[in-house]
């Protein structure tokens, strides 16, 4: 019975120690050599590998994951306010047909961008509306296109601008929130 349990299990029986085997109890199959587990490789012989540099100047891989809130929602309200300034600048020196609105989008999507590979940030932001904000009310040039509503043309761009970047940053919480809202597991 030990000799057709041992065929059947192609090992040495299991009352017999590896030692003291006796001849004359031979499997009817040659036994299969044991398999040794892989050794771990001994620390002394592998040299740690340490975790890549970032490179400077790399955008991270999700744009979006590296922003936290306030830089996100200061990023809308700075988009929001340039983009109402510039679309009056643009449409009072160009029209409000293709040209000045292609003229606007490339200079909106040119702040976006920037914002985005982080080459313009915090008080760059702020410069930059100061400075845009003080060259649509220095020349009336452009903001002519807001004498044709017999409003005070300085209050109507700046009650447009603040209102396009308030705007802006409810759009952007709306979206931040439906994206927090989908990216949930069930």
């Known amino acids: 019975a030990e000799q057709a349990l041992t065929a059947l299990l192609g090992s040495r029986p299991l009352s017999a120690p590896a030692s003291a085997t006796s001849t004359s109890l031979q499997p009817a199959v040659?036994?299969?050599?044991?398999?040794?587990?892989?050794p771990a490789p001994s620390p002394a012989l592998t040299t740690p590998r340490a975790a890549p540099a970032p490179v400077a100047g790399a955008a991270p891989s999700h744009p979006a994951?590296?922003?936290?809130?306030?830089r996100f929602l200061g990023g809308a309200l700075f988009t929001g306010f340039e983009g109402a300034l510039l679309a009056i600048a643009c449409f009072s020196l160009l029209g409000t047909l293709l040209l000045g609105?292609?003229?606007w989008l490339l200079l909106l999507g040119l702040l976006v961008v920037l914002q985005l590979r982080r080459v313009i940030e915090r008080?760059?932001?702020v410069i930059i509306a100061g400075l845009t904000l003080a060259v649509v009310l220095w020349f009336p040039s452009l903001r002519s296109i807001l004498q044709t509503t017999g409003a005070a043309p300085v209050q109507t761009?700046?009650?447009?601008?603040?209102m396009a970047g308030l705007v802006a940053v409810a759009i952007a919480t709306l979206f931040q929130l439906l994206y927090r809202l989908?990216?949930?597991?069930?």
């Open 157 to 162: 761009v700046l009650v447009l601008a603040v």
């Open 182 to 186: 989908f990216s949930r597991n069930p």
């Open 101 to 103: 609105s292609g003229a």
């Open 123 to 125: 008080l760059d932001l």
């Open 65 to 70: 994951a590296g922003f936290s809130l306030f």
């Open 30 to 38: 040659p036994p299969s050599p044991p398999v040794a587990p892989n």
